[in-house]
Structure formats: structure tokens, C-alpha cells
Nanobody, 127 residues
Framework: VEVVESGGGSGEDGASLKLSCAAAKDTHTPDYMAWFRQTPGKEREGVAHIAADGTTTYAGSVKGRFTIAKGSAGISLFLEMNSLKPEDTGVYFC??????????????????????WGRGTQVTVSS
């Protein structure tokens, strides 16, 4: 499954941005999807996850500010980001996996549960 992110950009502290992720539907359609982010020198971290039944989980640092949602066309995923902070700066990746994610999205083992990844989109928040 090839996924492509879009919607990254720059904003000031307190701004809003919306990320999108799209992929062609095929026999390998993911059951669960998520957004990860990475900053230079740091490990990729899970930000938000949505299960096949629509259940969502978030990292504590973004809970209440970010919303993950699936679209209705093909394989599509969104991340609405409000009240952005400089520490939200990073490259954001869309990812998908099969079955059930059996670790918290914030776990150091979460990324390994996702076989499908986009190339990422840059989000920069200035103070």
C-alpha cells in the first residue's frame, strides 16, 4: 500500500493545520492507521491512532488539541491540529497496519507494528 501525506506547512504558536493521507485501495487495505512524528535526533513517536472500529487514542502531549479521523473515499486519513506549539514541529508520517494494534501508540514498539508508511510532511511551528 502506497500512502502519501499532504497538508504540512508552517504556522505560529496557537495556529491550526490539517494533515491528509491518501492511498489507493487494494487487497492490503490497513485495518488501523496512525500519525507519527519525528524531529532530528529523536525517535519517531506515535501521535494518534485510529482502529478499524473508529476507536481513537492519542499521545498525552496532543490530547485535546489533535483529532484523527478517517475519510470516506478509498483509504484516507486526517489529522486536525489545533493550538499548535513549537514542540509540535517535526516531520509527520501516516502509517497503516493489519489486525489490531496491540501496544499503545506511544510505546517504543508501536512503529514496528506498521508495515505501511508515507514519506512524511513537514510541520513547523514558530514561537
Amino acid at each position: 500500500v502506497e500512502v502519501v501525506e499532504s497538508g504540512g506547512g508552517s504556522g505560529e504558536d496557537g495556529a491550526s493545520l490539517k494533515l491528509s493521507c491518501a492511498a489507493a485501495k487494494d487487497t492490503h487495505t490497513p485495518d488501523y492507521m496512525a500519525w507519527f512524528r519525528q524531529t532530528p535526533g529523536k525517535e519517531r513517536e506515535g501521535v494518534a491512532h485510529i482502529a478499524a472500529d473508529g476507536t481513537t487514542t492519542y499521545a498525552g502531549s496532543v490530547k485535546g488539541r489533535f483529532t484523527i479521523a478517517k475519510g470516506s473515499a478509498g483509504i484516507s486519513l486526517f489529522l486536525e491540529m489545533n493550538s499548535l506549539k513549537p514542540e509540535d514541529t517535526g516531520v509527520y508520517f501516516c502509517a497503516g497496519g493489519h489486525g489490531v494494534l496491540n501496544v499503545p501508540i506511544t510505546s517504543q514498539y508501536a512503529a514496528a507494528r506498521f508495515p505501511y508508511w508515507g514519506r512524511g510532511t513537514q510541520v513547523t511551528v514558530s514561537s
